[in-house]
T-cell receptor
Framework: AQSVSQHNHHVILSEAASLELGCNYS??????LFWYVQYPGQHLQLLLK??????LVKGIKGFEAEFIKSKFSFNLRKPSVQWSDTAEYFC?????????????FGTGTKLQVIP | AAGVIQSPRHLIKEKRETATLKCYPI?????VYWYQQGPGQDPQFLIS???????DKGSIPDRFSAQQFSDYHSELNMSSLELGDSALYFC??????????????FGPGTRLTVL
């Protein structure tokens, strides 16, 4: 069964600081990888996704993530965070299995950006 | 662009009552997923449907059932509600083909409170 682990549960940064959120997954087969963001009181929104090709994926709002297959990792990065990035971030993996799919989420990382 | 619609957005029930949550996927999306997100928790996969057939099952309690109808909307039926069922219930939809294949689009969620 697939699983996802996010190393940081709560991160506090000052504006303009750089961000890196860790995500590791376990699954031996082909996976699609996602980062979702959930702003306070809102639903999940897709930040970026990796299906194949270039392992460095660029998403919305200046976020990017790098898929490192040998490390089973898909870390999220942003060079300079803003107060509006305060939210919870979920890494997710979608394993291909018999044509059906489900997404397994990590436990989430709460990011607090201090002005 | 059309998004996933969930109704109701908020629901308050008492213990042992029943509840029905509805999900209307994005047009031409034929796969629907249900997730439960408890307070401070990550989303937990409950169940999914493809072409009106159950395609995968996660941690859905036996007290819950779901189905997908001919117009692809889905309903999650919850009986004998317990306090622990209080959560945000997300529905997501995805297409089986095209550039968004395997990507799940989330609805705003239904916040269920059991008193």
């Amino acid at each position: 069964a697939q699983s996802v682990s996010q190393h940081n549960h709560h991160v506090i940064l000052s504006e303009a600081a750089s961000l890196e959120l860790g995500c590791n997954y376990s699954y031996g087969g082909t996976v699609n990888l996602f980062w979702y963001v959930q702003y306070p009181g809102q639903h999940l929104q897709l930040l970026l996704k990796y299906f194949s090709g270039d392992p460095l994926v660029k998403g919305i709002k200046g976020f990017e993530a790098e898929f490192i297959k040998s490390k089973f990792s898909f870390n999220l990065r942003k060079p300079s965070v803003q107060w509006s990035d305060t939210a919870e971030y979920f890494c997710a993996v979608n394993a291909h299995s018999g044509g059906y799919q489900k997404v397994t989420f990590g436990t989430g990382t709460k990011l607090q950006v201090i002005p | 662009a059309a998004g996933v619609i969930q109704s109701p957005r908020h629901l308050i029930k008492e213990k042992r009552e029943t509840a029905t949550l509805k999900c209307y996927p994005i047009p031409r999306h034929d796969t629907v997923y249900w997730y439960q997100q408890g307070p401070g928790q990550d989303p937990q996969f409950l169940i999914s449907f493809y072409e009106k057939m159950q395609s995968d099952k996660g941690s859905i309690p036996d007290r819950f059932s779901a189905q997908q109808f001919s117009d692809y909307h889905s309903e999650l039926n919850m009986s004998s509600l317990e306090l622990g069922d209080s959560a945000l219930y997300f529905c997501a939809s995805s297409p089986r083909a095209g550039s968004s294949y395997n990507e799940q689009f989330f609805g705003p969620g239904t916040r269920l409170t059991v008193l």
